[in-house]
């Protein structure tokens, strides 16, 4: 598979397209201004404990206070509470030294939210989704600082290795390593990346993200609730970090800060590929030049067109979105059967690139084409389960039900991306409302008088294709030109335009210059 990164750095933010085959598969955008992004540390106040809810809503600095409920508050909850107290309330110059913290008892699953935030104290959480709709950021007690290799995890002492490592003699051989480099009181889980790297690779990812823990302790110090303490790394280093492995075979930057910190980080994990990262800079603009623009304009939108004719209508409610499959004028046998599991297969694939495009989560309901066979609608699952296989976001797939209803549920952690791809009508301007186009010929006439009268001479009329057929039909003397040129005494050339809209014109005169009332 071909694998592409393209990233416009712009002036209000950076935009991140992930191309497989040169189809747009995922969009990111990371504004200059964002706030409350996944994983931003913050030091929090508890304003509210719910007990029916048995969740507590938290001041973070939203406009409306976060949302984080007991399941989120993690076993060692009490150690956070005591760290936070701890690390605002330091006299020391160099803070604490966290090795020798000592940890409180875990929490118990099935206790109350004011058994443990009773007080409404300060707290250091992170936020686990941002603000979706009306509702606050989500939040977490359960601290995670990810890396490249392993994401750290303070105040416990566990290591686990990744499932996706599937070698159990390299999973002992990771587990090995980190217990023998990690300092106490803190967790360590060893990520997908980390198979076959050496113990220098794992020691130094461990211990840039020790120095980020140790940083926001110094930021706690004498810091006053709502307030940031820790901002997750910028989105575009997160999905470098997560995504950019040595299956890329390109990666297109505009930006000469990013092209340079992409390519040490691609000399870090694959020396040999360092030269796939490429500096964008020959004026054109970088989404234009690799089609992303083209994509983006027709993958958005309600409706989405499949190449074999059928299309998909996706439509988003409150509580899910629904995805409607339509076979349009597809036909592949004289067999419906068979035209329907041909139609679905493809709408499948489809709409398993639109959840990763658009960032869909929730729960989504597919209508597909109705299918009688048991054995194609197990065809149309597996098939479903294998195009999400590099979501990696986490999902599940239902199978098909009775009415013909297949239920995905995928994780959401950010809002939607929505773009809207119509634009402002040319001759309204967004009114709705035109000028009758049967007056036309009456208008450009009222013109051509005031500008004769003026004494302007051998005009030439730009006008709309279809206006220009309409000005010179019929024989050359009885056209709509030549009464014009007979009335007026003056020559007038009419030449269409194919880039105007239908009711546009514009008179010039014998220098080629446009004439402005």
């Known amino acids: 598979m071909n694998k592409e990164l393209i990233i416009n750095a712009g002036p209000t933010g950076v935009e991140v397209a992930l191309l497989e085959d040169k189809k747009l598969v995922e969009l990111h955008n990371e504004k200059a201004d964002a706030n ?6 913050y030091l929090g ?4 404990l719910i007990p029916g809810l048995n969740a507590a809503f938290v001041d973070v600095g939203f406009e409306k206070d976060a949302f984080l409920h007991y399941t989120d508050l993690s076993p060692y909850a009490r150690s956070i509470l005591k760290f936070t107290h701890a ?5 020391t110059k160099e803070g604490f030294d966290f090795s020798k913290f000592q940890i409180e008892p875990e929490i118990v699953k099935t206790g109350k939210i004011n058994e443990v935030l009773n007080g409404k104290p300060n707290i250091l ?6 603000p979706i709709a009306a509702k606050g950021p989500r939040l977490s007690c359960e601290i995670s600082l990810p890396g490249r290799f392993v994401v750290v995890t303070p105040f416990n002492d566990i290591v686990a290795v990744s499932k996706k490592i ?4 390299e999973r002992k051989r990771l587990q090995k390593i980190v217990e023998a480099i990690k300092p106490k009181n803190y967790g360590v889980i060893v990520r997908t990346a980390a198979e076959g790297k050496n113990t220098a690779e794992l020691h130094e990812d461990l211990l840039a993200l020790i120095r980020s823990w140790e940083t926001i302790q110094q930021n706690l110090k004498g810091a006053v609730p709502p307030t940031k303490v820790m901002s997750e790394q910028d989105k575009t280093t997160s999905i470098l970090r997560d995504l950019l492995n040595e299956d890329f075979n390109k990666v297109v930057i505009n930006d000469k800060n990013i092209y340079n910190d992409t390519r ?10 360092s030269d796939i990262v490429v500096y964008h800079s020959n004026g054109t603009p970088i989404f234009d030049q690799y089609g992303i623009t083209k994509q983006v304009k027709s993958s958005f939108g309600k409706t989405v067109n499949l190449p074999s004719g059928a299309y998909l209508i996706i439509e988003h409610t409150e509580a899910l979105h629904v995805i409607d499959v339509n076979s349009g004028y597809k036909s592949v046998s004289n067999n419906q059967e068979e035209n329907a599991l041909e139609t679905n297969l493809e709408a499948a694939e489809e709409i398993a690139r639109q959840l990763r495009l658009r960032d869909i989560g929730g729960i989504i309901v597919v209508d597909f084409i109705d299918m009688k066979l048991p054995d194609n609608k197990k065809k149309l699952q597996d098939a479903m389960e294998g195009f999400m296989r590099s979501d990696r976001a986490k999902h599940a797939v239902l199978p098909i039900s009775r009415f013909g209803l297949m239920q995905i549920t995928r994780q959401r952690m950010r809002p939607e991306v929505n773009i809207n791809t119509t634009e402002t009508c040319p001759t309204c301007n967004g009114t709705g409302k035109v000028a009758p186009a049967l007056l036309l010929e009456d208008e450009i006439e009222k013109r051509l008088h005031y500008l004769v009268t003026h004494q302007h001479k051998n005009l030439t009329l730009l006008v709309h294709p279809i206006v220009h057929s309409h000005l010179t039909k019929g024989f050359l003397m009885s056209s709509t030109r030549w009464k014009w040129r007979r009335k007026y005494k003056t020559p ?3 030449k269409p335009a194919s880039d105007y809209y239908l009711t546009e014109y514009h008179f010039f005169d014998a220098n080629e210059e446009e004439i402005k009332l």
């Open 36 to 41: 409350f992004a996944v994983g931003d540390l």
């Open 492 to 494: 007038i050339k009419i």
């Open 264 to 273: 040490n980080y691609i000399q870090k994990i694959a020396a040999h590929k």
């Open 166 to 169: 599937h070698s159990s003699d």
């Open 45 to 48: 106040k508890v304003k509210k």
């Open 125 to 130: 959480v992170q936020i686990l989704k941002e």
């Open 87 to 91: 690390a605002i309330n330091v006299n």
